[in-house]
């Protein structure tokens, strides 16, 4: 049969990645002011507040008119690989805080959107109890659990009963996470985290939470009538949820009880999982529309039909020693600057057959150079698959499964800012270094045998605590998909590093 090459769209234009992030809101976590005070500092606030949601509306229409008037951005330090020319990327503007102040009182009620559950699952390979909710600071200022009654925040299901319990003083990063997991069968420990560490529990709890049941996250672990709307940071659940406290909007899709290898997962992209939208992604950080249907999407390692919808994909996990995404200061480059993106040595296509890995139609090898701007030494880094086409395959589209791949060697690279970040003058050989899809292979857990999918992530493993990426050096990486079935397609990864 003859092999059709891919073909690729032209799509350039980012809009609302860092409009979104200047519209984030810090928590305001000050020490408690006095009641007698309260009214007057209340009404001071919320005139803060006010002139800051216009400030931030400004800057996101002044973001939005500078990136319209430079119809080459690409999505920023992310990789975009539906055709956008990755020149010159800019430097984005600082994540904006506008509600911070010392002054002000704690934003603790309701504080809606200040932390997210941001991926989740109620089953797994290890039976009903193979559970985790993973939470997520949704803004850029570290997060410092500071309940309104109790010893934390909670995390309850739709009983009523604390999960787990976030608690009081923890540090949450700025965009880190924080993992609860059942410690009856919680499956993904060896799932891979921060330096020396997995993806194991932060918290743990015991009691199953019922199939397609609602969770929710509050402000305190009182639980009883301090379980209420004014107090909620967020929750999701399915259409069978009855109780509207555990649920946003109409709720997820109903999931038949297949003991698969699955998560819920909250967008990264704008895209809501959708197999065939080229473009750019919209977004960088998990989306919060407060609609749980809109906001997450299904995906499981062998595109199950569970009742909501198929789609190539993995869990993944992220607790409090997670990387963290840090696509404003790792930038992207081309390998080799001076030819095109769908040229050698920036995109090699192996037409080589290689079907026991994924590969019927040959590979695509996508190689960028990648620059620490962090203003530290990265200690490690990895790579989130937010958007992609892969199975299950729509006609016209192709289907792709992220391979793991090994370091090459590349010659006649004529890029005299890849040449001297490897210390040569042009024209250089360079080497490119593999990436890792990262797995959990442990029983019961059979890793991603059909590749990579959504929320994927593949690591750079020559960057290390003893190894790490200095400030301002360079790293140049591969990223190998093998090609189920050829055709349009889009690639799109966040950078996860630390510090
Ligand atoms: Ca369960
Ligand atoms: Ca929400
Ligand atoms: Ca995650």
Not at 50 to 70: G, H, K, P, V
Request: with cysteine; charged share 15%.
């Amino acid at each position: 049969m003859r092999q059709r090459s891919l073909r690729f769209s032209t799509v350039v234009l980012s809009l609302l990645v860092m409009s979104i992030l200047a519209l984030t809101a810090a928590p305001a976590l000050a020490k408690k002011p006095k009641k007698r005070k309260a009214a007057a500092e209340k009404a001071e606030r919320l005139k803060r507040e006010s002139e800051a949601r216009i400030a931030a509306l400004y800057q996101m229409a002044m973001t939005r008119t500078s990136q319209i008037a430079s119809p080459s951005q690409p999505v920023i330090g992310a990789m975009n690989d539906s055709g956008a020319s990755i020149v010159a990327p800019v430097t984005p503007a600082t994540n904006a805080q506008f509600l911070a102040d010392d002054a002000a009182p704690p934003a603790l009620a309701p504080a809606a959107g200040t932390l997210l559950i941001s991926e989740f699952r109620l089953r797994g390979p290890g039976g009903a109890s193979d559970e985790f909710i993973e939470i997520y600071n949704n803004s850029g200022a570290d997060h410092t659990v500071a309940a309104i009654s109790g010893t934390g925040y909670a995390v309850a299901a739709s009983d009523g009963v604390v999960r787990c319990t976030i608690p009081n003083a923890t540090v949450i990063p700025a965009r880190g996470h924080f993992l609860c997991t059942n410690s009856v069968a919680y499956s993904y420990s060896t799932y891979p985290s921060g330096n020396g560490t997995t993806a194991t529990g932060d918290a743990t709890y015991v009691t199953d939470i019922p199939d397609n049941a609602g969770i929710a996250l509050f402000n305190n672990n009182t639980g009883g009538a301090s379980f209420n709307l004014a107090n909620r940071f967020d929750a999701v659940g399915s259409t069978s949820e009855a109780n509207t406290l555990y649920r946003e909007g109409p709720g997820l899709a109903v999931l038949m009880p297949f003991s698969i290898d699955y998560a819920w997962v909250r967008d990264e992209c704008g895209k809501g999982g959708a197999a065939t939208l080229l473009g750019p992604c919209t977004i960088s950080t998990p989306r919060d529309t407060d609609d749980n249907a809109t906001d997450f999407y299904f995906a499981d390692t062998n595109a199950t039909p569970a009742g909501a919808g198929q789609r190539l994909g993995a869990p993944g996990p992220q607790n409090l020693s997670a990387p963290i995404q840090r696509n404003s200061t790792i930038t992207v480059n081309f390998l080799d600057n001076t030819v095109p993106q769908a040229s050698a040595p920036n995109r090699v296509r192996d037409f080589t057959a290689d079907p026991g890995n994924n590969s019927t139609f040959g590979t695509i090898s996508i190689r960028r150079r990648w620059v620490n701007n962090t203003g530290a030494n990265v200690t490690l880094l990895r790579f989130r698959i937010i958007d992609l086409d892969t199975f299950p395959t729509v006609p016209g589209f192709a289907d792709l499964r992220a391979r793991t791949s090994g370091a090459v060697v590349v010659a006649g690279i004529n890029d005299s800012a890849t040449c001297t970040a490897a210390g040569q003058a042009t024209p250089c050989s360079v080497t490119v270094q593999g990436t890792t899809l990262e797995q959990d292979t442990t029983a019961p857990n059979f890793g991603q045998p059909n590749g990579g999918g959504f929320n994927s992530s593949m690591s750079a493993g020559t960057i290390t605590l003893g190894t790490p990426l200095a400030n301002g050096a360079s790293i140049n990486l591969q990223f190998l998909l093998g090609i189920q079935q050829t055709g349009n397609f889009r690639f799109y990864v966040n950078v996860e590093a630390l510090p």
